[in-house]
């Protein structure tokens, strides 16, 4: 990758440190397969951007990895983990795959909504948390359990949970 940004190009958008970041991932496969640093290179302008990602942002990394905006937008829909509208500071990922259902993620999904007074997809009016599902998250042996922002949290009640929410700033 060039250091150097065309004036004007998309690329603009995405940060210096963020594009040493993508180079770092791109340096991992052949130089004519860079595109498959795209997931990497997804997350890393979604965590630039405040955990969401804008057609700008999809467009930039499109543009930076040499490849059809169409490709990228299909993987930034296609995966629970990148976020298409704002989101708030601390995104909350429930599993609720069969080994997190069978030990009551149903019951810290119930949990989380009363507590929060939000359902699934939706951000707290203070714009602190965003609930969201996650079909697997795998962490089975640890079920019920979920991520919040990178930090996975296992064995869950609901009184873990409110320690859990109660140390978020």
């Not at 030990?103 to 939000?118: A, F, M, W, Y």
């Not at 998250?137 to 009184?159: H, I, Q, S, W």
Request: aromatic content about 8%; overall charge negative.
């Amino acid at each position: 990758m060039s250091a150097k940004v065309q004036p004007g190009s998309p690329v603009e958008l995405i940060t210096a440190d963020s594009r040493a970041q993508i180079d770092r991932w791109t340096t991992k496969y052949p130089p004519e397969q860079k595109q498959a640093a795209v997931m990497a290179a997804l997350n890393i302008v979604q965590q630039q951007n405040g955990g969401w990602l804008t057609i700008e942002l999809m467009d930039a990394v499109a543009e930076y990895l040499q490849m059809p905006r169409i490709a990228v937008y299909e993987v930034a829909s296609f995966y629970t983990l990148y976020d298409l509208e704002p989101v708030g500071r601390h995104k909350i990922y429930v599993c609720t795959n069969i080994s997190c259902m069978l030990c009551g993620s149903d019951t810290i999904v119930e949990h989380l909504q009363k507590k929060l007074g939000i359902k699934l997809g939706e951000t707290t009016s203070d714009g602190r948390f965003t609930l969201k599902e996650s079909e697997c998250l795998a962490a089975c042996g640890g079920a019920p359990m979920f991520m919040v922002d990178r930090t996975y949290y296992e064995n869950l009640t609901p009184d873990k949970v409110d320690a859990i929410l109660a140390r978020l700033k």
